[in-house]
């Protein structure tokens, strides 16, 4: 949620911001103004009728006791009382009202973001060359059916389109992918975390996927009470709640996260050509990095969380570019994002395997989480985060870009420790 006050302070530039991410909220910043005026001006006037009443209050005593009438005094004590307590539901629904308005504005962008969308995104650079064969190529369903990795039809058969079974070297290959990234996190003092998959509303709304995006995740009704909770669709949605309400200090700061957990999306369901196999599915396994820092580390943070998970995708030995995203790309609740895109060769286009995003304080403040620095003084942290990676997109683009002429697929030399071969075959 972004500042009232910069709204209130400055308008225009919070308008102008949001244009760029190609959305017009003008009425409803004009809006929020109107509201938030009304509700300053009941406020005051509120806040002079509590002190006539403070003050009336301390003179009944002292009228009783040189035997005075206060009869007169307590009816219009009563009838004060009463303005006030209108007065305070007034102002209620108010501050509703305007919080509502709030949670759709979303985060501002930086200001060295271009506006636009995805056709404004800017390739920051690449890392090797596409790769090249000497043979025909065989798409990722290809290789992972023609290998027995990923049963499709039979993921389908247990969950329908968009679901897939890992199977032999399959499964394997995934799990060395999973302690891959996990053993290079830990080396770089990260905190492993495994958080619940099915988390309370709160949780969603200070991730700033609710309310705007609450039909876009998987909901679980308990059918014997009214407790209700969402499939987590990444685990930063758990992770910048770890410290929600709370108050850090400095020197805690930047606090490190790493989580692994499937991840629920209900936007799956495409049928385009380029989002065949695992490109897009309705659950899919990710390791997610989070930190919490103070606002002058924010900058620091999301430059090493774009290193980390680059270091990833390099180590494995994949050609992909490094993508700074405009404006209107971003996410709702971030104010940058970089996004790592691997190489599909067959699809002759680059996937996202990792988003690293800096939220500033929009989520802290959702989250009321605070530090205090050297002066003792309360300031909200700020959050960002990356996949660290996501493995969906990985093992397509280790299949095809390690394919070999008969083939096979030679695994990359980071996980051969984990897998225990060179190279896969039928």
Known sequence: ?????????????VKQAVRKREMDLDNVIDKILEIDAERRRLSGETDTLKA????????????????????????????????????????????????????????LPDEDLVGGGKENNEAVHYFKEKPEFSFPIKNHVELCEDLGLIDYERGAKLAGNGSWVYRGWGARLEWALLNFFIDEHIKDGYEFVLPPHMLGYDCGYVAGQFPKFAEEVY?????????????LPTAETALVNLHRDEVLSKDELPRKYIAYTPCYRREAGSYRSEERGMIRGHQFNKVEMVQYTTAEGSDEAFAELVGKAERLVQQLGLHYRLSKLAAGDCSFSMARTSDIEVWIPSMEIYKEVSSASNA?????????????????????????NASGLATSRVIPAIVEQYQNEDGSVTVPEVLRKYLGIDVIRK
Request: proline letters at 4%; zero cysteines.
């Open 52 to 107: 006539k009443q403070n003050n009336t209050s301390k003179q009944i005593p002292q009228i009783k006791k040189a035997g005075g009438d206060v009869s007169e005094i307590m009816a219009e004590m009563k009838e004060l009382s009463a303005k006030i307590k209108e007065a305070d539901v007034e102002i209620g629904k108010l501050e509703e009202k305007q919080k509502d308005l709030l949670y759709a504005i979303p985060n």
């Open 219 to 231: 909901w679980i009704q308990n059918p014997t009470s009214s407790d209700k909770k969402f499939m």
């Open 360 to 384: 500033r304080d929009y989520q802290a403040r959702r989250g009321n989480v605070k530090y205090r620095d050297d002066d003792g003084k309360l300031k909200l942290a700020h959050t960002l």
């Open 1 to 13: 949620m972004i500042d009232i006050k910069l709204v209130r302070s400055n308008p225009d530039f």
